[in-house]
């Protein structure tokens, strides 16, 4: 199995994103600071530090317009946040943003959210014989982003909404 998809299914993502864009003139820094103020938007209605948030986002193509859009996992709010209700805020203020079509839902893992948001990566992996960093290091791109926490939590520092006790590793 590829070691990310791994990593971040032990992470209990708390939504999964599909975000479209108005215009396919904006430019990927745009793009990524739209999502930015999304997320930023949610951080302070919930009381929650931006940095303290986790997501992994990946920018896609579309297979039957070409258009571009965002796939998002994304977790680190309080649970009682994990609602349909939330969702809905998220779709209203990507539109107030000036985004596109935006659809969130809350996630599901037996969905495989995260297989969908690396998607192509296991087969990546296998055809690189397990050795993905060195088919990549020479030109490849890397479409998804990762917060800086999602490393924090992987690596056992924190959890996500509950203490963690002495020698637990697993990410919540």
Not at 6 to 23: C, G, P, R, V, Y
Not at 128 to 152: I, N, P
Request: aromatic share 12%; proline share 2%.
């Amino acid at each position: 199995m590829n070691p990310e998809i791994f990593a971040l299914s032990l992470i209990e993502w708390q939504f999964f994103a599909s975000l479209t864009f108005k215009s396919e003139k904006l430019t990927e820094a745009v793009r990524i600071k739209l999502f930015f103020a999304l997320l930023r938007r949610q951080a302070e209605h919930f009381g929650v530090h931006f940095k303290r948030l986790i997501w992994c986002l990946r920018t896609e193509r579309g297979e039957a317009t070409g258009r571009i859009h965002l796939h998002a996992l994304i977790a680190g709010f309080p649970q009682h946040a994990r609602t349909p209700a939330t969702c809905f805020s998220c779709m209203r203020i990507w539109e107030g943003l000036g985004g596109g079509m935006a659809r969130v839902t809350v996630y599901s893992p037996r969905l495989d959210g995260v297989g969908y948001v690396l998607k192509g990566a296991e087969a990546e992996y296998r055809r690189a014989g397990g050795d993905h960093y060195e088919t990549r290091k020479f030109g490849g791109r890397c479409d998804v982003m990762l917060s800086e926490s999602v490393f924090r939590v992987i690596e056992g520092r924190r959890s996500i909404g509950k203490r963690r006790r002495r020698g637990q590793r697993k990410a919540e």
